[in-house]
């Protein structure tokens, strides 16, 4: 007869933490700095060009608002929306979504 | 440029929290789904999802650990991919626990039946004690912790993982006896 401690003593040895494969890791990884790095250069890019004309001072800290906190918004979308639709493996969701970043932020930016 | 130094910080906590708890939301996502391929996926979107979400879950959490928001989000996508796909939870958790154990073969053959047992047992558990034992056994997480992931209050959690515990031996008991 299992006794509560047995139980979880059991408990214990069945559900062990699982180590995600080494390349789950290098993916997620690769892909969270892609998108984020991304971001960041596509503002600096902009920012320096734009700033440039007075007349795009006020726009342009607005636009840097709006299209950073954007950025990580539309990435999950994306991404997750091309995988329901496609089924596609985790590494091309990330480049498309990263794409999808890089492309909303040009056109916002141009705006 | 105060912008894109917030967003290097931000980044910086979130590769931290993400290098922390790879493991816990895999292992959550993998007990839950039951197969590596999908446990990746639901580990993947939450990342995704939690970085969405990040800046203000960190203002909001006033100090307190984000082990608990990353869970409950991996544990909302689960129930979206249980829901999406008409899918149920597998039993087949061999690989992760059951061919971990170190015994001689009689043993080893006895204890991964024992496992196997358990781990049936959890799968048939109702889902709110199934994913706290989750959550306690695999993801060693507290009360606190657990109460935070699931939405309770710390004495709604414990006497839960109580109730859980009761329900699994005695499912084990009569299996033995059966």
């Not at chain 1, 990884?29 to 006020?58: C, F, H, K, Y």
């Not at chain 2, 087949?92 to 061919?99: M, S, T, Y």
């Not at chain 2, 993801?139 to 109460?147: C, H, K, P, S």
């Amino acid at each position: 007869m299992a006794e509560m401690g047995d139980v979880e003593a059991l408990l214990r040895s069945a559900l062990v933490p699982v180590e995600p494969s080494e390349a789950l890791s290098d993916r997620l990884q690769r892909g969270l700095s892609e998108i984020t790095d991304l971001a960041v250069e596509e503002l600096a890019d902009w920012e320096l060009s734009t700033m440039r004309d007075p007349r795009n001072w006020g726009p342009t800290v607005a636009a840097v608002v709006a299209g950073g906190a954007a950025a990580g918004g539309l990435v999950v979308l994306s991404a997750r929306q091309r995988r329901r639709h496609r089924g596609s493996g985790p590494m091309r969701s990330l480049q498309h979504g990263v794409r999808e970043v890089s492309s909303d932020l040009r056109s916002r930016l141009r705006r | 440029m105060i912008e894109s130094a917030d967003k290097r910080r931000l980044d910086g906590d979130f590769t931290e929290l993400y290098r922390a708890h790879l493991r816990d939301v895999y292992s959550y996502a993998y007990y839950r789904v039951g197969n590596h391929h999908d446990a990746e996926d639901l580990t993947e979107q939450t990342f995704l999802q939690a970085y969405r979400h990040f800046e203000r879950a960190q203002r909001e959490s006033d100090g307190r650990p984000l082990r608990p928001w990353l869970i409950r989000i991996a544990h909302n996508l689960a129930a979206n991919y249980y829901r999406d796909r008409s899918r149920k939870p597998q039993t087949q958790l061999e690989d992760a626990a059951v061919v971990s154990a170190t015994h001689d073969t009689e043993t080893l053959v006895e204890g991964r039946q024992e496992l196997r047992d358990v781990l049936a047992g959890v799968s048939s558990l109702p889902d709110d004690r199934r994913e706290a034992l989750i959550m306690r056994f695999a993801l060693g997480m507290d009360n606190r912790e657990i109460a935070r992931a699931l939405d309770r209050s710390e004495g709604a959690t414990k006497v839960l993982i109580h109730r859980a515990i009761k329900q699994l031996e005695q499912q084990l008991e009569e299996a033995v006896d059966g």
